[in-house]
């Protein structure tokens, strides 16, 4: 394993924890039980200290003191002379050192002391003229503190060596999903933005992925909204771009008069005009599209067909196409006007496109009640029954179709923000009918 690897600094970050852990619960535990061992023992000099206080306010110390002889606390008495008159321990040799020691201690106060290799717990005070010693041999309490000392290296180095086995192991299961992850993001392209599928991975990871599986998917409306915006106005702004060019041409084949060529600069502005609002009403609807709102207002019906037939002039001279225009006089409509000559833009557009040589292209529009109905007929290659449920989907093209399939959706989504139903009526080989009902 490399020193500088992510799995070595994991691994080892955690064992310096455990370590740290394991060393403070091993300390504590230890002292834990050290406190307890002596402080039984404390109590039970108390205890002893206690009894003869009450012996010697009854009688005298020596009548009744050999009832401790049984404990195996230790009893040391000497008079005011530093006579020894009492003792429970054999050993006369100890007793005389820890009644010199005692000389040095204060009194009442309970100390550890060492005579030769024993530890002795003890306490001292003079009562009716006895100096009295209480005291305990500590060699068996020392002796299981030690061993329990040891039982608890041994413990401690076992628990680090599978601690450490242990840390290693989820270290690196952890990584191997991190590993994991990292190969199934290397993977997704602004081309294929897959979600990552976290049924591979723990619950842990299952949450980490679903959020960049969501925040996937903002980018991937994000990219598409881009994508679709940037399809679309090319779309759109085809036909004016074709017109402007066509305009250009004639006029430059001859001189002209001057009227001429500003009438000519004049359709060449208005189209420029155009195509910027078309720019402004894609980009408000693509790239903001919850902040979008139609901008209402009265439009001359009359005047917007005749503004788009005049894009298209030059291909229906090319077709030899007779148009028909039945428009009640002066009729107008309450809706966004770019959007709308967008939607007979590409009507008209298709109505050309897929017309016969010679054919009729036929606008019709009268108001009833209410409602307006707009009607653009011709006398084309007709649309299949079955295609007719798909034609307004987005980049669907029927068998003889040309083209991106961008026209009748764009008009569906602009017929959808305006509140314009659309009707179609299609006969393969005789042609097709598309009404507008608004409202």
Do not use: C, W
Not at 91 to 115: F, G, M, R
Not at 159 to 181: A, E, P, Q, R
Not at 246 to 264: C, G, H, P, Q
Not at 381 to 402: P, Q, R, T, V
Request: aromatic share 10%; no cysteine.
């Amino acid at each position: 394993m490399k020193s500088n690897s992510l799995k070595f600094r994991f691994t080892i970050q955690l064992l310096a924890i455990s370590i740290i852990l394991l060393s403070l619960f091993s300390f504590t535990s230890y002292f834990m039980l050290e406190s307890l061992v002596y402080d039984n023992i404390d109590s039970e000099i108390e205890k002893r200290k206690h009894i003869i206080g009450k012996l010697s306010q009854q009688k005298d110390l020596m009548d009744d003191i050999d009832v401790f002889k049984d404990y195996d606390i230790e009893i040391v008495i000497y008079d005011k002379d530093e006579k020894l008159i009492y003792k429970t321990i054999h050993d006369l040799n100890t007793t005389k050192k820890l009644y010199e020691i005692t000389k040095k201690l204060k009194e009442n106060t309970i100390e550890s002391v060492k005579i030769g290799k024993n530890t002795y717990r003890l306490t001292h005070f003079t009562i009716d003229n006895y100096h009295v010693i209480i005291f305990k041999n500590m060699d068996r309490a020392i002796k299981i503190l030690d061993t329990y000392n040891d039982v608890l290296v041994l413990l401690y180095s076992l628990t680090l060596i599978f601690t450490n086995g242990f840390i290693y192991f989820i270290v690196d299961k952890n990584l191997k999903n991190i590993n994991k992850l990292y190969n199934d993001i290397k993977e997704i392209s602004i081309l294929d933005l897959k979600p990552i599928d976290s049924n591979k991975y723990s619950k842990e990871f299952k949450e980490i992925i679903e959020i960049f599986n969501k925040l996937l998917n903002h980018i991937k409306e994000s990219y598409k909204k881009e994508k679709d915006f940037v399809m679309i106005l090319s779309h759109e702004i085809k036909t004016p771009i074709t017109t402007i060019l066509t305009d250009i041409d004639i006029t430059l084949r001859k001189d002209r008069e001057k009227k001429n060529y500003v009438e000519a600069l004049k359709n060449i502005r208005e189209l420029a005009i155009y195509m910027l609002n078309i720019f402004n009403v894609l980009k408000n609807l693509y790239l903001t599209k919850e902040n979008f709102h139609p901008d209402y207002k009265t439009v001359n019906l009359n005047q917007l067909i005749e503004r788009v037939l005049k894009m298209f002039e030059n291909q229906i001279k090319e077709k030899n196409l007779s148009v028909f225009v039945d428009v009640e006089e002066d009729l107008t409509l309450h809706t966004d006007e770019v959007m709308f000559q967008e939607i007979l833009q590409n009507l008209i557009s298709n109505a050309i496109k897929f017309n016969k040589p010679s054919g009729k292209l036929i606008i019709k529009a009268k108001k009833e009640e209410n409602k307006v109905k707009i009607t653009i007929s011709d006398t084309g290659i007709g649309i299949k029954e079955e295609d007719l449920k798909n034609i307004f989907d987005e980049f669907y093209k029927s068998y003889n179709s040309e083209g991106l399939g961008l026209g009748l959706s764009i008009v569906k989504i602009y017929s959808d923000l305006l509140d314009i139903k659309v009707n179609i009526q299609s006969q393969e080989g005789v042609g097709t009918s598309i009404e507008l009902i608004l409202s």
